[in-house]
Protein backbone atom coordinates (compact mmCIF):
# COMPACT_ATOMS: atom_id res chain seq x y z
CA UNK A 1 0.00 0.00 0.00
CA UNK A 2 2.60 2.48 0.95
CA UNK A 3 4.88 1.26 -2.08
CA UNK A 4 1.78 2.42 -4.47
CA UNK A 5 0.93 5.33 -2.96
CA UNK A 6 5.04 6.10 -3.11
CA UNK A 7 4.82 5.27 -6.65
CA UNK A 8 1.96 7.06 -7.50
CA UNK A 9 3.47 10.56 -6.20
CA UNK A 10 7.10 10.69 -7.27
CA UNK A 11 5.98 11.41 -10.85
CA UNK A 12 3.89 14.45 -9.53
CA UNK A 13 6.67 15.38 -7.09
CA UNK A 14 9.35 15.03 -10.05
CA UNK A 15 6.89 17.44 -12.24
CA UNK A 16 6.34 20.10 -9.36
CA UNK A 17 10.32 20.28 -8.91
CA UNK A 18 10.44 21.05 -12.76
CA UNK A 19 7.85 23.50 -12.81
CA UNK A 20 8.87 25.25 -9.85
CA UNK A 21 12.66 25.00 -11.64
CA UNK A 22 11.53 26.36 -14.47
CA UNK A 23 9.55 29.47 -12.34
CA UNK A 24 12.70 30.46 -10.80
CA UNK A 25 14.64 30.40 -14.02
CA UNK A 26 12.00 32.91 -15.77
CA UNK A 27 12.17 35.34 -12.98
CA UNK A 28 16.09 35.33 -12.72
CA UNK A 29 16.38 35.59 -16.56
CA UNK A 30 13.58 38.48 -16.18
CA UNK A 31 16.11 40.26 -13.36
CA UNK A 32 18.66 40.12 -14.93
CA UNK A 33 17.97 41.18 -18.63
CA UNK A 34 19.38 45.23 -19.18
CA UNK A 35 17.01 47.54 -19.35
CA UNK A 36 17.05 49.21 -23.17
CA UNK A 37 18.27 45.68 -25.12
CA UNK A 38 14.42 45.62 -26.32
CA UNK A 39 14.90 48.35 -28.75
CA UNK A 40 18.09 47.19 -29.72
CA UNK A 41 17.17 43.92 -30.42
CA UNK A 42 14.10 45.29 -32.43
CA UNK A 43 16.63 47.24 -34.56
CA UNK A 44 15.37 47.15 -38.13
CA UNK A 45 18.95 45.68 -39.77
CA UNK A 46 18.46 45.46 -43.37
CA UNK A 47 19.33 41.75 -44.85
CA UNK A 48 19.78 40.67 -41.13
CA UNK A 49 20.68 36.93 -40.80
CA UNK A 50 17.78 34.26 -39.54
CA UNK A 51 18.39 31.76 -37.49
CA UNK A 52 21.81 30.65 -35.63
CA UNK A 53 23.72 33.21 -37.34
CA UNK A 54 21.33 36.20 -36.35
CA UNK A 55 21.33 34.72 -32.37
CA UNK A 56 24.94 34.81 -32.67
CA UNK A 57 25.18 38.23 -34.07
CA UNK A 58 22.51 39.34 -31.50
CA UNK A 59 24.06 37.29 -28.44
CA UNK A 60 27.77 39.35 -29.55
CA UNK A 61 25.93 42.82 -29.55
CA UNK A 62 24.37 42.23 -26.35
CA UNK A 63 28.10 40.94 -25.00
CA UNK A 64 29.48 43.83 -26.14
CA UNK A 65 26.82 45.87 -24.55
CA UNK A 66 27.49 44.60 -21.28
CA UNK A 67 31.04 45.02 -21.56
CA UNK A 68 31.15 48.35 -22.34
CA UNK A 69 28.46 49.13 -19.86
CA UNK A 70 30.90 47.23 -17.01
CA UNK A 71 34.02 48.84 -18.47
CA UNK A 72 32.03 52.37 -17.95
CA UNK A 73 31.39 51.90 -14.31
CA UNK A 74 35.21 51.13 -13.85
CA UNK A 75 35.44 54.48 -14.96
CA UNK A 76 33.08 56.13 -13.02
CA UNK A 77 34.24 54.42 -9.80
CA UNK A 78 37.86 55.44 -10.46
CA UNK A 79 36.49 58.82 -11.20
CA UNK A 80 34.80 58.97 -7.75
CA UNK A 81 37.40 57.99 -6.10
CA UNK A 82 39.59 60.87 -7.53
CA UNK A 83 37.02 63.11 -6.89
CA UNK A 84 36.53 62.09 -2.74
CA UNK A 85 40.42 62.10 -2.83
CA UNK A 86 40.64 66.12 -3.89
CA UNK A 87 37.18 66.64 -1.92
CA UNK A 88 39.08 65.95 0.91
CA UNK A 89 42.10 68.32 0.21
CA UNK A 90 39.29 70.88 -0.61
CA UNK A 91 39.52 72.81 3.07
CA UNK A 92 43.23 73.45 2.26
CA UNK A 93 42.29 74.53 -0.78
CA UNK A 94 40.03 76.79 0.27
CA UNK A 95 42.37 78.44 2.86
CA UNK A 96 45.06 78.52 0.53
CA UNK A 97 43.27 80.73 -1.71
CA UNK A 98 41.60 83.16 1.33
CA UNK A 99 45.22 83.32 2.09
CA UNK A 100 46.16 84.99 -1.08
CA UNK A 101 42.99 86.70 -1.44
CA UNK A 102 42.56 88.35 2.39
CA UNK A 103 46.14 88.14 3.38
CA UNK A 104 44.87 86.13 6.48
CA UNK A 105 44.30 82.14 6.68
CA UNK A 106 41.73 80.29 7.81
CA UNK A 107 42.04 78.65 10.53
CA UNK A 108 39.19 75.68 11.14
CA UNK A 109 39.90 75.29 14.88
CA UNK A 110 38.30 78.91 15.13
CA UNK A 111 35.01 78.70 13.16
CA UNK A 112 33.92 82.48 14.22
CA UNK A 113 37.32 83.68 12.81
CA UNK A 114 36.83 81.60 9.84
CA UNK A 115 33.43 83.50 9.09
CA UNK A 116 34.43 86.48 9.96
CA UNK A 117 37.38 86.46 7.10
CA UNK A 118 35.00 85.27 4.20
CA UNK A 119 32.31 88.06 5.55
CA UNK A 120 35.04 90.58 5.00
CA UNK A 121 36.55 89.19 1.86
CA UNK A 122 32.18 88.84 0.69
CA UNK A 123 32.42 93.05 1.30
CA UNK A 124 35.54 93.91 0.26
CA UNK A 125 33.73 92.36 -3.41
CA UNK A 126 31.12 95.37 -3.01
CA UNK A 127 33.54 97.85 -2.79
CA UNK A 128 35.76 96.71 -5.68
CA UNK A 129 32.55 96.57 -7.85
CA UNK A 130 31.00 99.62 -9.74
CA UNK A 131 28.17 99.96 -6.92
CA UNK A 132 29.08 103.09 -4.62
CA UNK A 133 31.18 105.11 -7.26
CA UNK A 134 31.88 104.91 -11.00
CA UNK A 135 34.80 103.71 -12.83
CA UNK A 136 37.41 105.32 -15.21
CA UNK A 137 37.39 103.37 -18.49
CA UNK A 138 38.95 103.90 -21.47
CA UNK A 139 36.65 103.33 -24.27
CA UNK A 140 32.94 103.09 -24.33
CA UNK A 141 33.07 99.53 -25.63
CA UNK A 142 34.78 98.83 -22.25
CA UNK A 143 31.12 99.71 -20.34
CA UNK A 144 29.37 96.84 -18.71
CA UNK A 145 25.34 97.59 -19.74
CA UNK A 146 22.78 96.42 -17.40
CA UNK A 147 20.26 94.62 -19.07
CA UNK A 148 16.20 95.35 -17.42
CA UNK A 149 13.41 93.04 -16.24
CA UNK A 150 10.15 92.35 -14.35
CA UNK A 151 8.32 90.09 -13.06
CA UNK A 152 7.02 88.77 -17.00
CA UNK A 153 9.89 89.44 -19.32
CA UNK A 154 13.93 89.86 -19.64
CA UNK A 155 15.10 92.62 -21.89
CA UNK A 156 18.83 91.88 -22.89
CA UNK A 157 21.03 92.87 -25.44
CA UNK A 158 23.22 90.10 -26.36
CA UNK A 159 20.80 87.86 -28.36
CA UNK A 160 22.36 85.76 -31.03
CA UNK A 161 19.35 83.66 -33.17
CA UNK A 162 18.03 81.68 -30.16
CA UNK A 163 17.38 84.32 -27.51
CA UNK A 164 15.00 88.03 -28.40
CA UNK A 165 15.29 91.00 -27.30
CA UNK A 166 12.30 90.80 -25.29
CA UNK A 167 11.99 87.21 -23.46
CA UNK A 168 10.82 84.80 -20.73
CA UNK A 169 14.20 83.75 -19.07
CA UNK A 170 13.97 80.24 -20.18
CA UNK A 171 16.98 78.88 -18.15
CA UNK A 172 16.27 77.76 -15.12
CA UNK A 173 19.12 78.98 -12.93
CA UNK A 174 18.86 82.88 -14.67
CA UNK A 175 14.77 82.32 -13.49
CA UNK A 176 15.65 81.30 -9.77
CA UNK A 177 18.10 84.08 -9.56
CA UNK A 178 15.87 86.98 -10.76
CA UNK A 179 13.13 85.52 -7.96
CA UNK A 180 15.55 85.29 -5.58
CA UNK A 181 16.57 88.73 -6.06
CA UNK A 182 12.95 89.82 -5.85
CA UNK A 183 12.22 87.95 -2.96
CA UNK A 184 15.08 89.12 -1.12
CA UNK A 185 13.60 92.83 -1.49
CA UNK A 186 10.86 91.85 -0.49
CA UNK A 187 12.08 90.98 2.61
CA UNK A 188 13.45 93.40 3.11
CA UNK A 189 10.92 96.15 2.39
CA UNK A 190 8.86 94.43 4.95
CA UNK A 191 11.39 93.75 7.86
CA UNK A 192 11.92 98.00 8.53
CA UNK A 193 14.50 98.36 10.86
CA UNK A 194 13.29 100.79 13.66
CA UNK A 195 10.16 100.73 15.88
CA UNK A 196 8.62 97.12 15.70
CA UNK A 197 5.05 98.98 17.34
CA UNK A 198 4.47 100.99 14.02
CA UNK A 199 2.63 99.39 11.46
CA UNK A 200 4.25 98.93 8.21
CA UNK A 201 2.48 98.64 4.79
CA UNK A 202 3.58 94.84 3.48
CA UNK A 203 4.67 94.40 -0.03
CA UNK A 204 3.78 92.14 -2.70
CA UNK A 205 5.30 91.32 -6.01
CA UNK A 206 2.55 92.83 -7.63
CA UNK A 207 4.41 96.30 -6.27
CA UNK A 208 7.55 95.45 -8.59
CA UNK A 209 7.68 97.81 -11.02
CA UNK A 210 11.01 97.12 -13.00
CA UNK A 211 14.62 96.46 -12.21
CA UNK A 212 18.33 95.82 -13.86
CA UNK A 213 21.21 94.23 -12.98
CA UNK A 214 24.88 93.69 -14.34
CA UNK A 215 27.69 91.06 -13.99
CA UNK A 216 31.03 92.02 -13.33
CA UNK A 217 32.49 88.92 -13.77
CA UNK A 218 35.62 88.59 -11.52
CA UNK A 219 33.32 90.62 -8.65
CA UNK A 220 29.64 89.91 -8.51
CA UNK A 221 26.13 90.57 -9.47
CA UNK A 222 24.44 94.30 -8.80
CA UNK A 223 20.47 94.39 -8.76
CA UNK A 224 18.82 97.69 -8.44
CA UNK A 225 14.93 96.87 -8.11
CA UNK A 226 12.44 99.46 -8.21
CA UNK A 227 9.02 99.16 -6.13
CA UNK A 228 5.85 101.11 -6.35
CA UNK A 229 5.95 103.84 -2.95
CA UNK A 230 3.13 104.81 -0.99
CA UNK A 231 1.83 108.01 -2.95
CA UNK A 232 1.82 108.34 -7.12
CA UNK A 233 5.44 109.89 -7.56
CA UNK A 234 7.10 107.88 -4.49
CA UNK A 235 9.13 105.09 -5.27
CA UNK A 236 11.54 102.05 -3.23
CA UNK A 237 14.55 101.26 -4.18
CA UNK A 238 15.81 98.39 -3.44
CA UNK A 239 20.13 97.72 -4.38
CA UNK A 240 21.24 94.12 -3.47
CA UNK A 241 24.43 92.60 -4.90
CA UNK A 242 25.66 89.27 -4.99
CA UNK A 243 29.63 89.14 -4.72
CA UNK A 244 32.09 86.41 -6.60
CA UNK A 245 33.94 84.04 -4.12
CA UNK A 246 37.97 83.59 -4.93
CA UNK A 247 38.25 81.05 -7.78
CA UNK A 248 39.03 77.94 -6.57
CA UNK A 249 41.17 74.71 -7.44
CA UNK A 250 38.59 71.71 -8.16
CA UNK A 251 40.61 68.90 -10.57
CA UNK A 252 44.41 69.31 -11.59
CA UNK A 253 44.75 66.04 -14.07
CA UNK A 254 46.63 65.10 -17.12
CA UNK A 255 45.11 64.09 -20.08
CA UNK A 256 46.44 61.26 -23.01
CA UNK A 257 44.43 61.27 -25.99
CA UNK A 258 46.95 59.78 -28.28
CA UNK A 259 44.85 56.21 -28.43
CA UNK A 260 41.56 57.72 -28.40
CA UNK A 261 39.95 56.81 -31.54
CA UNK A 262 37.28 59.06 -33.46
CA UNK A 263 34.43 57.44 -35.92
CA UNK A 264 33.74 60.03 -38.34
CA UNK A 265 29.91 59.12 -39.47
CA UNK A 266 28.45 61.08 -42.53
CA UNK A 267 24.93 60.18 -43.78
CA UNK A 268 25.25 60.69 -47.60
CA UNK A 269 22.64 60.77 -50.42
CA UNK A 270 24.12 61.78 -53.95
CA UNK A 271 25.68 65.49 -53.38
CA UNK A 272 29.04 64.26 -55.24
CA UNK A 273 31.00 67.33 -55.69
CA UNK A 274 29.98 68.30 -51.91
CA UNK A 275 31.60 64.67 -50.60
CA UNK A 276 34.63 65.24 -52.87
CA UNK A 277 35.39 68.51 -51.17
CA UNK A 278 34.69 67.26 -47.91
CA UNK A 279 37.64 64.10 -48.07
CA UNK A 280 39.97 66.56 -48.98
CA UNK A 281 38.98 68.26 -45.55
CA UNK A 282 39.28 64.86 -43.60
CA UNK A 283 42.43 64.13 -45.74
CA UNK A 284 44.18 66.99 -44.70
CA UNK A 285 43.35 67.40 -41.00
CA UNK A 286 41.81 63.82 -40.24
CA UNK A 287 43.89 61.85 -41.67
CA UNK A 288 47.73 63.90 -42.61
CA UNK A 289 47.46 66.15 -39.21
CA UNK A 290 45.40 64.02 -36.25
CA UNK A 291 46.09 59.98 -37.52
CA UNK A 292 43.47 58.74 -34.90
CA UNK A 293 40.18 58.63 -37.40
CA UNK A 294 37.70 56.77 -38.80
CA UNK A 295 35.54 57.38 -41.54
CA UNK A 296 31.84 55.74 -41.96
CA UNK A 297 30.40 56.34 -45.15
CA UNK A 298 26.38 55.47 -44.67
CA UNK A 299 24.94 56.18 -48.67
CA UNK A 300 21.63 56.13 -49.51
CA UNK A 301 20.36 54.79 -53.16
CA UNK A 302 22.24 53.98 -55.79
CA UNK A 303 22.20 57.17 -57.67
CA UNK A 304 25.74 58.55 -58.09
CA UNK A 305 27.20 55.67 -55.32
CA UNK A 306 29.74 54.73 -57.72
CA UNK A 307 31.60 58.51 -57.75
CA UNK A 308 31.58 58.24 -54.06
CA UNK A 309 33.16 54.88 -53.98
CA UNK A 310 35.93 56.15 -56.19
CA UNK A 311 36.19 59.06 -54.12
CA UNK A 312 36.85 56.67 -51.28
CA UNK A 313 39.08 54.03 -52.79
CA UNK A 314 41.09 57.10 -54.61
CA UNK A 315 41.57 58.74 -51.15
CA UNK A 316 42.54 55.17 -49.95
CA UNK A 317 45.12 54.62 -52.42
CA UNK A 318 47.10 57.92 -52.44
CA UNK A 319 46.98 58.29 -48.43
CA UNK A 320 47.43 54.97 -47.78
CA UNK A 321 44.35 55.04 -45.70
CA UNK A 322 42.40 51.59 -44.37
CA UNK A 323 40.27 53.02 -41.86
CA UNK A 324 37.05 53.97 -43.07
CA UNK A 325 33.50 51.54 -43.73
CA UNK A 326 31.01 52.04 -46.96
CA UNK A 327 27.40 51.33 -45.91
CA UNK A 328 25.00 51.00 -48.79
CA UNK A 329 21.18 51.24 -48.33
CA UNK A 330 18.15 50.98 -50.64
CA UNK A 331 15.59 53.17 -49.26
CA UNK A 332 15.00 56.89 -48.43
CA UNK A 333 17.48 59.20 -46.87
CA UNK A 334 17.34 59.36 -43.25
CA UNK A 335 19.71 61.25 -41.45
CA UNK A 336 18.95 59.80 -38.23
CA UNK A 337 19.09 56.04 -39.14
CA UNK A 338 22.11 56.66 -41.22
CA UNK A 339 23.96 58.00 -38.33
CA UNK A 340 22.24 55.35 -36.31
CA UNK A 341 23.45 52.34 -38.41
CA UNK A 342 26.77 53.71 -38.38
CA UNK A 343 27.45 54.01 -34.86
CA UNK A 344 26.08 50.60 -34.43
CA UNK A 345 27.85 48.40 -36.92
CA UNK A 346 31.05 49.32 -35.40
CA UNK A 347 32.57 46.15 -33.42
CA UNK A 348 35.55 47.53 -31.64
CA UNK A 349 36.21 49.14 -28.58
CA UNK A 350 34.34 51.90 -27.16
CA UNK A 351 35.10 55.03 -29.43
CA UNK A 352 34.45 58.59 -29.82
CA UNK A 353 31.49 59.25 -32.17
CA UNK A 354 31.22 62.51 -34.31
CA UNK A 355 28.43 62.65 -36.09
CA UNK A 356 28.93 65.02 -38.73
CA UNK A 357 27.77 66.50 -42.47
CA UNK A 358 29.26 66.35 -46.02
CA UNK A 359 29.24 70.67 -45.64
CA UNK A 360 31.19 70.67 -42.39
CA UNK A 361 34.86 71.60 -42.42
CA UNK A 362 36.96 70.78 -39.82
CA UNK A 363 40.20 71.20 -38.23
CA UNK A 364 42.49 69.27 -36.38
CA UNK A 365 42.41 70.83 -33.42
CA UNK A 366 38.46 70.61 -33.04
CA UNK A 367 39.31 66.94 -33.06
CA UNK A 368 41.15 67.45 -30.09
CA UNK A 369 38.63 69.43 -28.55
CA UNK A 370 35.97 66.70 -29.97
CA UNK A 371 37.77 64.24 -27.32
CA UNK A 372 38.59 66.46 -24.33
CA UNK A 373 34.86 67.46 -24.18
CA UNK A 374 33.63 63.70 -23.95
CA UNK A 375 33.83 61.11 -21.16
CA UNK A 376 32.33 57.61 -21.18
CA UNK A 377 29.22 57.91 -18.82
CA UNK A 378 29.67 61.83 -17.85
CA UNK A 379 29.89 63.96 -20.81
CA UNK A 380 28.79 64.33 -24.28
CA UNK A 381 29.92 67.62 -26.14
CA UNK A 382 27.64 69.56 -28.57
CA UNK A 383 29.74 72.08 -30.12
CA UNK A 384 28.51 75.38 -31.87
CA UNK A 385 29.52 76.07 -34.96
CA UNK A 386 29.99 79.03 -36.78
CA UNK A 387 28.11 79.13 -40.08
CA UNK A 388 29.61 80.60 -43.25
CA UNK A 389 27.63 83.20 -45.31
CA UNK A 390 27.25 83.55 -48.91
CA UNK A 391 31.12 83.75 -50.51
CA UNK A 392 29.86 85.32 -53.49
CA UNK A 393 28.11 87.98 -51.65
CA UNK A 394 30.44 88.63 -49.15
CA UNK A 395 33.46 88.76 -51.68
CA UNK A 396 31.06 90.21 -54.44
CA UNK A 397 33.07 93.75 -54.36
CA UNK A 398 36.66 91.55 -54.47
CA UNK A 399 37.87 90.51 -58.10
CA UNK A 400 37.38 86.96 -56.89
CA UNK A 401 36.62 84.73 -54.34
CA UNK A 402 40.11 83.64 -52.02
CA UNK A 403 40.24 79.93 -51.45
CA UNK A 404 38.51 78.14 -49.08
CA UNK A 405 40.44 78.23 -45.98
CA UNK A 406 41.09 81.80 -46.39
CA UNK A 407 37.04 82.41 -46.50
CA UNK A 408 36.64 80.38 -42.76
CA UNK A 409 37.08 83.56 -40.33
CA UNK A 410 35.30 84.49 -37.52
CA UNK A 411 33.71 87.78 -38.03
CA UNK A 412 30.41 88.99 -38.09
CA UNK A 413 30.80 89.80 -41.79
CA UNK A 414 31.44 86.43 -42.62
CA UNK A 415 28.99 84.25 -40.60
CA UNK A 416 27.44 83.71 -37.78
CA UNK A 417 27.39 80.93 -34.87
CA UNK A 418 24.41 78.48 -35.05
CA UNK A 419 23.06 78.13 -32.03
CA UNK A 420 19.76 76.49 -33.04
CA UNK A 421 21.50 73.51 -34.55
CA UNK A 422 22.24 70.61 -32.81
CA UNK A 423 23.15 68.22 -35.60
CA UNK A 424 26.92 67.76 -35.00
CA UNK A 425 27.77 65.87 -31.83
CA UNK A 426 30.78 64.09 -30.46
CA UNK A 427 29.85 61.46 -27.68
CA UNK A 428 31.09 57.91 -27.00
CA UNK A 429 29.44 54.89 -28.81
CA UNK A 430 28.69 53.23 -25.23
CA UNK A 431 26.77 56.80 -23.98
CA UNK A 432 24.56 56.53 -27.75
CA UNK A 433 23.53 52.88 -27.34
CA UNK A 434 22.52 53.47 -23.50
CA UNK A 435 20.79 56.60 -24.25
CA UNK A 436 18.56 54.54 -26.98
CA UNK A 437 20.21 56.14 -29.92
CA UNK A 438 18.25 58.24 -32.73
CA UNK A 439 14.36 58.27 -32.99
CA UNK A 440 14.67 56.28 -36.62
CA UNK A 441 10.51 57.26 -37.37
CA UNK A 442 11.65 60.53 -38.33
CA UNK A 443 12.22 60.69 -42.22
CA UNK A 444 14.41 62.89 -44.03
CA UNK A 445 16.28 66.16 -42.86
CA UNK A 446 15.78 67.86 -39.27
CA UNK A 447 14.31 67.18 -36.11
CA UNK A 448 15.81 63.96 -35.54
CA UNK A 449 19.50 65.90 -33.74
CA UNK A 450 16.34 68.06 -31.29
CA UNK A 451 15.12 64.66 -30.16
CA UNK A 452 18.38 63.35 -29.24
CA UNK A 453 20.01 66.26 -27.59
CA UNK A 454 16.86 66.46 -25.41
CA UNK A 455 17.62 62.89 -24.55
CA UNK A 456 20.93 63.62 -23.01
CA UNK A 457 19.74 67.00 -21.19
CA UNK A 458 16.92 64.35 -19.71
CA UNK A 459 19.79 61.82 -18.74
CA UNK A 460 22.71 62.20 -15.82
CA UNK A 461 25.40 63.13 -18.18
CA UNK A 462 26.81 66.47 -18.52
CA UNK A 463 25.79 68.01 -21.63
CA UNK A 464 29.01 70.74 -22.49
CA UNK A 465 26.80 72.90 -25.09
CA UNK A 466 29.94 75.96 -26.16
CA UNK A 467 31.22 77.77 -29.78
CA UNK A 468 34.07 76.51 -31.07
CA UNK A 469 36.86 77.91 -33.58
CA UNK A 470 37.45 75.14 -35.83
CA UNK A 471 34.03 73.87 -36.91
CA UNK A 472 32.62 75.73 -39.78
CA UNK A 473 29.45 74.89 -41.77
CA UNK A 474 29.73 75.64 -45.44
CA UNK A 475 27.13 78.07 -47.38
CA UNK A 476 25.09 76.16 -49.86
CA UNK A 477 21.82 77.44 -51.94
CA UNK A 478 18.79 76.90 -49.61
CA UNK A 479 16.12 75.99 -52.74
CA UNK A 480 12.10 77.01 -51.38
CA UNK A 481 9.97 74.49 -53.73
CA UNK A 482 7.20 75.96 -55.19
CA UNK A 483 4.90 72.90 -53.57
CA UNK A 484 5.03 74.58 -50.57
CA UNK A 485 2.08 76.59 -48.45
CA UNK A 486 2.50 80.71 -48.71
CA UNK A 487 3.56 80.78 -45.00
CA UNK A 488 5.69 77.80 -45.43
CA UNK A 489 7.46 79.38 -48.37
CA UNK A 490 7.52 83.04 -46.17
CA UNK A 491 9.38 81.37 -43.60
CA UNK A 492 11.79 79.40 -46.12
CA UNK A 493 12.53 83.09 -47.84
CA UNK A 494 13.52 84.69 -44.13
CA UNK A 495 15.74 81.27 -43.30
CA UNK A 496 17.45 81.62 -46.16
CA UNK A 497 18.25 85.27 -45.94
CA UNK A 498 19.64 84.59 -42.46
CA UNK A 499 22.15 82.44 -44.00
CA UNK A 500 22.76 84.66 -47.29
CA UNK A 501 24.54 87.34 -45.92
CA UNK A 502 24.56 89.95 -42.46
CA UNK A 503 22.15 92.99 -42.06
CA UNK A 504 24.28 95.72 -42.98
CA UNK A 505 25.15 93.38 -46.52
CA UNK A 506 21.70 92.63 -47.20
CA UNK A 507 21.10 96.09 -46.72
CA UNK A 508 23.35 97.19 -48.86
CA UNK A 509 21.38 94.95 -51.36
CA UNK A 510 18.50 96.57 -50.87
CA UNK A 511 19.66 99.94 -51.39
CA UNK A 512 22.12 99.39 -53.72
CA UNK A 513 20.20 101.21 -56.21
CA UNK A 514 20.41 104.21 -54.24
CA UNK A 515 24.23 103.98 -53.60
CA UNK A 516 25.03 103.66 -57.42
CA UNK A 517 23.24 106.59 -58.23
CA UNK A 518 25.21 108.67 -55.42
CA UNK A 519 28.37 107.09 -56.59
CA UNK A 520 27.50 108.47 -60.62
CA UNK A 521 26.57 111.68 -58.57
CA UNK A 522 30.08 112.04 -56.97
CA UNK A 523 31.78 110.96 -60.56
CA UNK A 524 29.69 113.81 -62.41
CA UNK A 525 30.86 116.37 -59.87
CA UNK A 526 34.92 115.31 -60.11
CA UNK A 527 34.31 115.36 -63.82
CA UNK A 528 33.09 118.88 -63.31
CA UNK A 529 35.45 120.14 -61.39
CA UNK A 530 37.71 119.03 -63.78
CA UNK A 531 36.52 120.86 -66.81
Known amino acids: MFRRGLTAWLPRLAGLLVAVFCAVSLVYMLACTPKGDDEQLAF ?121 PEEKPVRKDKRDELVEAIDLALETLNSPEGDTNTKHRLYAASDFIEGIYRTEKDK ?51 RTSKFRQFMQNFREMGIQQDGKIHLTVVYFGKEQMNEVKAI ?139 HLYRKYLHSNLIVVRTPVRGLFHLWHEKRCLDELTPEQYKMCMQSKAMNEASHGQLGMLVFRHEIEAHLRKQKQKVISKKT
Open 312 to 450: LENTSRSANFKNFTFIQLNEEFSRGKGLDIGARVWKGNNVVLFFCDVDIYFTAEFLNTCRLNTQPGKKVFYPVLFSQYNPGIIYGHHDSIPPLEQQLVIKKETGFWRDFGFGMTCQYRSDFINIGGFDLDIKGWGGEDV
Open 44 to 164: PWANSPTGKEGYQAMLQEREEQHRNYINSLKKQIAQLKDELQERSEQLKNVQDHYTDSLGVGLDRSNPEKTQTDLLAFLHSQIDKAEVHAGVKLSTEYAAVPFESFTLQKVYQLETGLTRH
Open 220 to 270: GTLYELTFKGDRKHEFKRIVLFRPFGPVMKVKNENINMANTLINVIVPLAK
